[in-house]
T-cell receptor, first 113, second 107 residues
Framework: DTGVSQDPRHKITKRGQNVTFRCDPI?????LYWYRQTLGQGPEFLTY????????KSRLLSDRFSAERPKGSFSTLEIQRTEQGDSAMYLCASSLAQGSGYTFGSGTRLTVV | KNEVEQSPQNLTAQEGEFITINCSYS?????LHWLQQHPGGGIVSLFMLSSGKKKHGRLIATINIQEKHSSLHITASHPRDSAVYICAVKGGNQFYFGTGTSLTVIP
């Protein structure tokens, strides 16, 4: 499989718990993006990495959210003390360089109960 | 006001019909993408445009940079085209997304 893979596909968690999602981009892609999509809405930008450097963060990314890409390959998105409002689809995308094509993962659907 | 507006929000068509989905944007962009999202949530990139027109099979995408407008056309629509189609524009290092057009093609 040479696409962008995300794990897990689905996650149900109790309010207040911490969750971590993983994204494995296409291996030669140096840019990695995280998006969040709530029901009925288009995806919203969360953060962006070039290699291991986190270059941009949306104001949507509160202090409870942290993203890492330690070796410039896979990335993790952690949500601490989850709230019901965090329930959404979390999408990852990668690209080779600015202006090149983007490949999206299938997403991780989070439900906070 | 959203940076990207799509119309219509919902569209039902009979199999074989010609379909057009429109996208208008208000920000300066380096590229516009048309994405297809199926009920499971996975997103497939259909087109990336910075000018003119692109065609892939029964899908055609056009962009008018001066008017800040793009259209996605589907010729000879088929039930398997049923999905949400999302317009996304690249401004700086991030995307701005439309809320999507939910297309249902009836056999």
């Amino acid at each position: 499989d040479t696409g962008v893979s995300q794990d897990p596909r689905h996650k149900i968690t109790k309010r207040g718990q911490n969750v971590t999602f993983r994204c494995d981009p296409i291996s030669e892609h140096n840019r990695l993006y995280w998006y969040r999509q709530t029901l009925g809405q288009g995806p919203e930008f969360l953060t962006y990495f070039q290699n291991e450097a986190q270059l941009e963060k949306s104001r949507l990314l509160s202090d409870r959210f942290s993203a890492e890409r330690p070796k410039g390959s896979f990335s993790t998105l952690e949500i601490q003390r989850t709230e019901q409002g965090d329930s959404a689809m979390y999408l990852c995308a990668s690209s080779l360089a600015q202006g090149s094509g983007y490949t999206f993962g299938s997403g991780t659907r989070l439900t906070v109960v | 006001k959203n940076e990207v507006e799509q119309s219509p929000q919902n569209l039902t068509a009979q199999e074989g019909e010609f379909i057009t989905i429109n996208c208008s944007y208000s920000v300066g962009i380096s590229a516009l993408h048309w994405l297809q999202q199926h009920p499971g949530g996975g997103i497939v990139s259909l087109f990336m445009l910075s000018s003119g027109k692109k065609k892939h099979g029964r899908l055609i995408a056009t962009i008018n940079i001066q008017e800040k407008h793009s259209s996605l056309h589907i010729t000879a629509s088929h039930p398997r085209d049923s999905a949400v189609y999302i317009c996304a524009v690249k401004g700086g290092n991030q995307f701005y997304f439309g809320t999507g057009t939910s297309l249902t093609v009836i056999p």
